[in-house]
């Protein structure tokens, strides 16, 4: 047997291989990207403004509330507490704790909420579209000529973007606080971080998934990624707790449900549940508990890989047999 041939076919070889091709593919997202500061600032703060309007939203309706519960009347000297009127000011201190309780929550809810939003968004654009693009500039040839693992190649662009969208997100969330004055309290941070990159591992699975499915559906990728964009930030509840929208009767379960098979509304459920606790919206606008939406993330991301491994084969032997996998434009 040759010399060639041994090395290819040595675990030890294959392995070094694969682990230096995602780390070739990742290290223009990691450190690239990062070259140009105008960039850091831009992908940082300028999703604030969009926070800023649920944020503004959600405290003027914890506003209005306050005023209800404050103002005194003939009928209610002690203001309206709910449907009646507060009994004493021990009622009357209770329900304003509770509604600066929500509306912290709610604030908090879309602080969350808008740093997942940059993980969706590079999952979209610069994970599900990427393999389309780089047909149309004339690289797809040279990766598929590489004798390395095709899956190495998606992990390299997964490893990339997690790292890369990791440190704008946390720019986000840091400033989201200070701005906007948001309490976290997390009760078990190991749990958190558990289901955060359990969350990340099964969002990037699907952008691997979709990478494949976009190169087979051609100029229709563009189209697929703007259309998945804004109905995904309602339907799994980027900027309100999801398991409100179960309790709206007729069409909100069912957008809830279909919200609910990308890994990023689980997760969020999650992680709000740990930086605001259980009992939070007194506890009614959950879906699950945490351990078992932990388990869901998990079974997620072994799914989402292992589909993304057989759309990428079937995308080869497509290729193979028509021979068309490279040619631009189709």
């Not at 941070?189 to 051609?218: E, N």
């Not at 939070?280 to 945490?290: E, H, K, Q």
Request: net charge positive; glycine share 10%.
């Amino acid at each position: 047997m040759k010399a060639g041939t041994v090395r290819r076919t040595d675990f030890r070889y294959r392995l070094g291989l694969n682990l230096r091709a995602v780390v070739g593919r990742s290290y223009p997202r990691i450190v690239g990207a990062n070259r140009e500061p105008s960039w850091i600032f831009f992908e940082a703060l300028l999703p604030l403004l969009g926070i800023a309007a649920y944020v503004f939203i959600y405290q003027f309706f914890g506003n209005q509330a306050i005023a209800v519960i404050t103002q005194s009347t003939a009928t209610a000297p002690w203001g309206m507490c709910g449907k009646h009127a507060c009994a004493d000011a021990g009622e009357q201190a209770q329900y304003l704790a509770a509604v600066n309780a929500n509306t912290n929550a709610l604030v908090a809810s879309v602080v969350l909420g808008g740093t997942m939003v940059a993980f969706w968004l590079n999952v979209l654009w610069s994970m599900a579209s990427q393999l389309y693009w780089e047909k149309e500039i004339g690289n797809l040839q040279l990766y598929m000529m590489a004798p390395m693992n095709r899956m190495a190649l998606l992990g390299g662009m997964a490893v990339g973007g997690m790292v890369m969208t990791s440190m704008r997100a946390v720019s986000t969330l840091v400033a989201g606080v200070l701005v906007f004055g948001v309490i976290f309290q997390v009760a078990s941070p190991l749990l958190l971080l558990a289901v955060f990159f359990a969350t990340l591992v099964a969002l990037y699975g699907l952008g691997m998934m979709f990478a494949s499915l976009y190169l087979l559906w051609g100029r229709e990728a563009w189209n697929l990624s703007a259309l998945m964009e804004e109905p995904i930030f309602f339907s799994s509840g980027f900027y309100f707790p999801l398991g409100g929208l179960l309790r709206i009767p007729g069409w909100g379960p069912a957008i809830a449900i279909a919200g609910s098979f990308i890994p990023a509304s689980i997760g969020l459920d999650a992680l709000r549940q740990l930086t605001l606790g259980s009992t939070a919206f007194g506890g009614t606008l959950w879906i699950f508990d945490v351990t078992t939406e932990l388990e869901i993330l998990v079974v997620m991301a072994v799914l989402f890989l292992i589909l993304a491994r057989y759309c990428l084969a079937y995308l080869e032997t497509l290729a193979k047999r028509e021979g068309k996998l490279t040619s631009r434009h189709q």
